[in-house]
DNA sequence: TTATACAGGACTAAAATGGTACCCAATTAA
DNA sequence: TTAATTGGGTACCATTTTAGTCCTGTATAA
């Protein structure tokens, strides 16, 4: 389905939830009764975003957790990618060539351009439009025409 | 990762060496050999592509797979929805509402139409595309200015 | 009629995913 | 200084998904 892990739903909901009260702290618990998700979960959710430099936690009293920069400023592929990894369609578009049937695959170049228009996408949707609770105008037009293979191979 | 799975992915490396050489059928055997995968992982994804129509079989002696169509009326998003499914990012992207978040998700409407724009950029690069050896240039500009939901929850 | 080749389903093994629990570290406020 | 609060890290388990294999049946061509 090319769907997108639970997890990841799950913190691109708290991350909104953030997003829309960006001033104070939220703790875990009060994240997890807002969206009405199990506790543990979601603070396994907010450790994965802390460490992809996502948020930033303050411990103690008073504590929790707010963005680390401006929604504006942080895209759904920086979600997916906290928690999935990096957004690539295929083996061999990810890292460098450590798929032996390059040679009898023949798309792999291909899927690696549809792999890098799709990342464009995810990079054109922020924070902010996810939050928002009125529809999305995704404002750029894909520059798929000019797509280069280069930086994905490389 | 937002990774195809790798049955997609032979999926799509089968249906573009077929699409190479559209007059003749093809065995499994052939194909598995000419792929360098195993003959029965071969054999189950060229099943699953005639149960989504998008090959047709022969049986018995001389026979084999061909397309069900030109190469350039199948298209990514067919050969994904073949083995995984209709794509959507999202568990309520793809069917009524049976997710029970949905009040306190807030972001299932921006989800949806980020679900579109990916759709519509897999359903604009055809076999053609993947199986040509020369770079795709993506020919659409994606109308992704101009999505409606209605048509996703609809 | 026999060899070829797909159809369908059952089955197993392995891996990813999701969820939970536990204990430690840091901070604040009384 | 101590207690309460809150995140950090790790390990673990259950479940689901995925991948791969095998077996038996059926259609077709020579």
Redesign the interface.
């Known amino acids: ?4 892990s ?1 997890l990841t ?1 799950y913190a ?2 708290v991350m ?2 953030i997003a ?1 009260h960006p001033q104070q702290a939220h703790a875990a618990a009060e994240l997890a009764e ?4 199990p506790h543990p979960t979601v603070s396994k959710t907010l450790k994965m975003l802390v460490k992809a430099k996502l948020l930033v936690s303050q411990r103690g009293a008073q504590g929790g957790y707010r963005l680390a920069r401006p929604a504006s400023q942080i895209t ?1 592929a920086d979600i ?1 990618a906290a928690i ?8 061999c578009s ?1 890292a460098e060539g450590d798929c032996e ?1 390059a040679a ?4 792999a ?3 690696q ?2 792999s890098l ?2 990342r464009t ?2 990079e054109s ?1 922020t924070l902010s ?5 009125t ?4 404002p750029v ?2 520059p ?2 000019s ?1 280069s ?1 280069a930086a994905v191979s490389a």
């Open positions: 389905m090319l769907k997108l639970r739903d691109a909901v909104a939830q829309r807002a969206v009405q998700l759904a997916i999935e990894g990096p957004v690539a369609m295929t083996e990810q049937l009898t695959c023949g798309v170049d291909n899927w351009r549809v228009a799709m996408l995810l949707v439009h996810l939050a928002d609770t529809p999305i105008k995704l037009q894909l798929i025409q797509v293979v």
